[in-house]
Every structure is written in C-alpha cells, then in structure tokens.
C-alpha cells in the first residue's frame, strides 16, 4: 500500500516538473519570437527613410522639426494686383486701392494689412529727383577687403551702414567683395568721401570706381 503511494506521488511529482518544464520553454519561446519581431522591426527602420533623418538630426543634436507650410501665406491673384497697385503708387487711399482692383474696402484693408504683417510690402517711400536736389553724381564702387572672416566683414557693414552717401551696398561674387552706389554732389565730394570715409576703413584693400555718365532706366518696382 505505502509502496503505491509512492509511486502514485512520484508520477504527480514528475508530472509536475514536466508541466513546469514545457512552460519554460514556451516562454524561452515566446521570447525569442519578441527578439526576433523587435530586430525585423529595426531592420525594417533602418532600411526607411526615418532612420537616415533621425541619424541626422540625432548626429546634431537636434530634434527633427517639421516645417508647417499650411502656415504661410498664399497669395492670391487679388493680393498681387494690391501689391502691384500700392507699389506704383503708394499714397493711394484704401478706397482708391479697392476700385482698382474691384473689391470692397474691408476686404482690401485685411489683405493690405496682412501683407504689411507678413513682409511682402517692407515700407512706402518717395522716390526723389536726385539732380534737383544736388545729389546726381553716382558712383559704382567695386571693394576689395584685404582678408575676409566674419568679423571683418560685419565691421565693414556696419562701417558702410553708417555712411549716408552710400545708398546701395551689395556683396558680390567675383574679384571683388562688394558692390557700393554712392550719390554725391560732384567730383570733389566723392574724392573727399573716398579719402576721408571709405579709405579710412582699415579692412579696405582695393577700390574700383566706375563714374555714370547717364542714366538710362531706374526701376524701383519688381515685375510679378
């Protein structure tokens, strides 16, 4: 009877253990199977497109930001013709505006105001006759810089910004850095400008003047 028991209790034991073993296994199992969905799944990013941008950015330490283009202002043919309208003449009133380009004046008042907002009209100026006012000497300058850093070349901008004869400035490609317009009154003024104001720029190397003999054609507006 005792010897019955025994094995009655030894089959429940290795029952038990063998329960316990098959369980393990399907859990070794399972977790081989997570392992291998997980490295399909970064197999799979790597391949993608996402991967090489977040390698990028991650490389920078930057977060990858999303440009919202819905944002922008899209401009419509009524918002062009008020561009072109304001630019041939600025002192038009909101309703002289608006009978040109057949709308009311509300709507012309937002779309006139939200262009200012958005930059596409940056101010509303004069243009002057620069003879009569005896500024029609104009000067083309071409500058060279004796050596080009970023501190150099904000001095000289900030140089040139401050000198009222200088009306233009643009940086150039080419044998020259900039490109400078100058309105003087005569010959002897932009002689005295070019020693005593441009020439005492320490970064200045070189200078080209090119003299105008007449103008042809001055445009102030875009054509859009």
Not at 179 to 190: C, E, G, S, T, W
């Amino acid at each position: 009877m005792k010897l019955s028991k025994l094995k009655k209790l030894t089959t429940i034991r290795w029952t038990e253990n063998n329960k316990i073993k098959k369980e393990k296994g399907r859990k070794k199992e399972r977790k081989k199977e997570r392992k291998k969905s997980a490295l399909a799944n970064v197999v799979n990013f790597e391949r993608s497109d996402n991967f090489n941008n977040f390698v990028n950015f991650k490389q920078m330490g930057l977060p990858k930001v999303e440009s919202d283009k819905s944002k922008e202002m899209q401009l419509d043919e009524k918002d062009l013709q008020i561009l072109r309208t304001v630019q041939h003449d600025g002192r038009l009133t909101i309703k002289e505006i608006a009978r040109k380009v057949h709308l009311s004046t509300t709507p012309v008042f937002e779309r006139l105001h939200r262009l200012e907002d958005e930059g596409y009209i940056k101010r509303y100026s004069a243009v002057l006759d620069a003879e009569k006012l005896n500024m029609g000497f104009v000067v083309f300058c071409n500058v060279k810089l004796r050596q080009m850093n970023r501190d150099i070349a904000m001095d000289f901008i900030r140089r040139i910004s401050d000198l009222p004869e200088v009306t233009e400035c643009y940086n150039i490609s080419g044998n020259f850095d900039y490109l400078l317009k100058i309105h003087v009154p005569d010959m002897k003024a932009y002689q005295h400008f070019l020693i005593n104001d441009l020439g005492a720029i320490e970064s200045v190397g070189s200078i080209e003047s090119t003299f105008v003999m007449q103008e042809i054609k001055q445009e102030h507006g875009l054509n859009f």
